[in-house]
């Protein structure tokens, strides 16, 4: 008896660090296989973004950008003044020079530097790709804790006020106003429970994607006992 209630005891309490440390991020990090999660959107971009000025260095490499670019002039309205342009890419560029050398400052111009979402986006694509890793108990416990972590940042996101006010205008415009005599009905729906719907779906995405494979876990630690968003209704 005593050990029994020494086992439980022990039990909640592992439970419990264990989602403190997936709403802290504290998934451990230190696995062999973990590579995908050292490079980011950002730092990826630069890297590429370097790559591409090094290479216009190379005289061979910019005639065949420019080959490549002219190639395409006559799919547009404005074949002359594109082939035009292209003719004087290396002057471009070269009087771009201090701007393209600033890498940093173009990921950000193009949304993939200091960029949450981009992140989190490419965190949940690095996590699937590790779906045919043959380490079971790897992807049970790594992978699994930091979708659910992502899942997480994503849906604080989509509980967000104001976010979910654009998403019930853009429901009631372009989804529902198109239904004709199911249109009440449907806006009723989810006009009143989109947050309850987003939950769940979010809640979930883990499971459905392969990345973790016990739903009743989930099921507790993100919401409860309200599983069905429809519990409301007589369907």
Same mark, same amino acid.
């Given at each position: ?44 971009? %630069? *890297? ?13 490499? &910019?005639?065949?950008?420019?080959? +490549?670019?002219?190639? &395409? ?5 404005? /074949? ?5 342009? #292209?003719?004087?890419?290396? =002057? $471009? $560029?070269?009087?771009? /020079? ?6 940093? %400052? @173009? ?6 530097? /200091? ?8 965190? @949940?694509? =690095?996590?699937?790709?590790? $779906? ?6 790897? !992807? ?5 804790? /930091?979708? *659910?972590?992502?899942?997480?940042? #994503? ?15 853009? $429901? ?5 106003? !198109? ?6 009905? =449907? ?6 429970? +989109?947050? !309850? ?13 392969? &990345? ?10 993100? #919401?409860?006992?309200? #599983? ?8």
């Amino acid at each position: 008896m005593r050990f029994s209630l020494v086992s439980v005891l022990f039990l909640t309490i592992a439970y419990g660090y264990k989602i403190k440390m997936i709403q802290e991020n504290k998934t451990p990090k230190n696995s062999a296989k973990d590579d995908g999660f050292k490079i980011n959107i950002c730092d990826e971009c %630069k *890297m590429q973004v370097s790559r591409f000025i090094k290479a216009l260095e190379d005289p061979e490499k &910019l005639n065949l950008l420019k080959d +490549i670019l002219k190639s &395409l002039c006559p799919q547009t309205s404005y /074949e002359d003044e594109c082939a035009a342009f #292209v003719d004087e890419l290396d =002057v $471009i $560029i070269r009087e771009m /020079e201090p701007y393209l050398n600033d890498t940093a %400052k @173009i990921c950000k111009l193009i949304h993939l530097c /200091e960029n949450r979402r981009v992140d989190l986006f490419h965190k @949940i694509s =690095v996590l699937y790709g590790m $779906i045919g890793d043959n380490n079971e108990k790897f !992807k049970n416990e790594m992978v699994c804790d /930091e979708c *659910m972590f992502a899942a997480s940042e #994503v849906r604080e996101t989509i509980e967000n006020p104001e976010n979910q006010r654009k998403v019930r205008d853009y $429901i009631s415009t372009e989804v529902c106003s !198109k239904l004709r005599k199911y249109r009440g009905t =449907v806006s009723f729906i989810f006009l009143q429970h +989109i947050e !309850k719907i987003c939950s769940f779906a979010v809640s979930f995405f883990c499971v459905e994607i392969g &990345l973790c494979n016990s739903y009743n876990s989930l099921k507790e630690e993100f #919401v409860g006992d309200e #599983v069905s968003i429809f519990a409301a209704f007589d369907f």
